[in-house]
């Protein structure tokens, strides 16, 4: 006689005979890979309660053989800007039903580098996103396969086939015109290390400094400790051919302004600061800040969006899609912080 | 006579003859698997770069049954703690060789979550930290099948065997007994959504009142628009009993001070005004704000090494580590913007 077996776990038939379904419907529903009508889901979530039932996602995993997933290889990871990027990014991939991988390049080597991108492609990505911020993800973009889908975010206009940018040189430009319209005789720039590309805010610094025909020639490179831009704020503070500061970004900026009152100077009566990136505190900073604003989530959704276009061309076995460089628009938002020079 | 075979690309072997090693070692080289000697490190570098060979990843990772992944479940992706959270995750993974994904809960829906989870399970990964800000993580963790090495961060005591917290419930207390222990009748908590477990700041905050003898009946829940707590502070500005304030996060604590300075109170002599996090601005923004430091990457740090624990006992086919919850300690830092009331 054979032995009796008492299943005690519930499998996917019992599931499916409960809620009056048909088994690749309950599979339908726990892949979330197609629709399924709103009446039988609840059928479908009830049953699943009642029978405590779990689904095996380890052996569905081994006879999956695609995994949909996109990975992100990113520095400077902890910057504001960047985990906005990411945010978006990872947003657009689940719409698709897209697993989302971070993988940073913050401190590693030049010789952990390609054993980092080994183990990332070794996951077997559909399409990897490289965000430009540094010369080492560039080095890591040259070392994904060519019949990877990839995208490069930021970057040189050129330094990949397909490539979504801020308009960083733009913006840079406009914060700094927007401080010679109001009359400053000259604009001093702070700004931390920016990537090796063509296209960073010091660049457009130098852009408006030139078309308005006036020397670039008073920057400051400052770590991201806000205590390194509050002392130069003080020492700027003594310098009375200093009437507008561009800082690359916001906490620089309010760092400075912090710097520029311990000595007594009034922002924006006696000196004018400009940030960058719009960041949540720059509207409560009291002045209100004036900045420019990249909206980095969209960044990300549309670095997504032109990814997964290879990706689909890739399965359907079409030509990928032609090369395409698309540049997100941001916005300068004037609010307290800037005004015209007092004589 | 056989056809002629031109390889241009060149393959593993050739690496190895051109730097003079073996085969494996090139192999250990390109996986970063086991050490392999600086001296070794330098013949391999040269001789891929001299070649132009790329490592068939792809290839490698067909052969390659084991995924060193582990995986981040969150809400509240976009918010500073989260992205402090995941980089502390990210490095210490990163140390250890394994790749990290992250998988946003934002905005999903109950019936979408399943899918989610299911997803997530079927890339196979080492291990999981669920990171729990809101009841929608909860649900998470309770799909993710028992034999998968999990670690939580946050919740409540005992919410699950592996456990990180941030001295959340401590933290609000030491600030509200800060600002009490300068004198103040009442402290009034200003607050998001919080998670729904245990060990909240706003737990904290009663705990320090009900120990004080005082009621704690003032608190206020506000979105992360900081327009709306800018708007609050304004309205607190003329009730004459509010002289102490705890917001529960550094960015309200600015715009609560904003809008009480619109309505001419002073800060701290007016009124105190502690925030919490320590978030970067906080010691410039003026008056330095008096807050509680959370160290919260070394929080997803410490998830990390419990889930290695976890991982590694399972691969040596160990007993699993004894049931652990561990907790991170913070600090207050007293600056400027909390003082003894005017009398």
């Known amino acids: 006689m054979p032995p009796t077996t008492t299943r005690n776990t519930p499998v996917i038939k019992d599931v499916a005979r409960l809620a009056g379904v ?17 009446d039988k889901r609840e059928k479908i979530a009830q049953a699943i309660k009642l029978l405590g039932y779990q689904p095996s996602f380890v052996a569905r995993a081994l006879a999956n053989k695609v995994m949909d997933s996109v990975t992100m290889l990113t520095s400077l ?47 077997n990505p ?71 590309n063509n296209n960073t805010r010091t660049l457009g610094w130098r852009d408006a400094m030139a078309a308005a025909g006036l020397p670039a020639n008073r920057s400051y490179q400052i770590s991201e400790h806000l205590e390194d831009s509050r002392e130069l704020g003080r020492r700027l503070a003594h310098d009375p051919s200093v009437t507008a500061l561009f800082a690359g970004n916001d906490e620089t900026a309010i760092a400075l302004i912090r710097g520029l009152r311990d000595e007594g100077k009034r922002v924006p009566q006696d000196v004018s600061v400009a940030g960058y990136n719009d960041q949540l505190f720059s509207m409560i900073w ?58």
């Open 22 to 38: 048909s088994v690749p419907t309950v599979s339908r529903y726990l892949n979330g890979t197609a629709r399924v009508s709103d």
């Open 77 to 123: 990871s902890t910057f504001w800007a960047t985990t906005q990027i990411n945010s978006g990014v990872e947003s657009a991939a689940r719409d698709k039903g897209f697993l989302f991988g971070v993988t940073s390049l913050d401190g590693i080597s030049d010789s952990e580098l390609e054993s980092t991108v080994g183990r990332v492609m070794s996951a």
């Open 126 to 196: 559909a399409g990897v996103i490289v965000s430009e911020s540094d010369e080492i993800a560039i080095q890591a973009m040259r070392l994904i396969p060519k019949d990877v889908p990839m995208v490069l975010v930021g970057g040189s206009r050129g330094d990949a086939p397909y490539q979504v940018m801020p308009s960083e040189r733009a913006g840079g430009r406009c914060v700094t015109e927007h401080l010679l319209g109001l009359g400053h005789q000259n604009v001093v720039h702070v700004h931390r290390a920016e990537g090796p």
């Open 286 to 343: 009291e002045p209100a800040l004036t900045t420019y604003s990249q909206n980095f989530v969209e960044l990300g959704r549309a670095a997504f969006d032109m990814l997964y276009a290879q990706i689909e061309a890739k399965r359907a076995g079409q030509m990928a899609p032609e090369p395409q460089c698309r540049i997100i628009e941001g916005e300068l938002i004037v609010r307290e912080s800037t005004a015209a020079p007092r004589d």
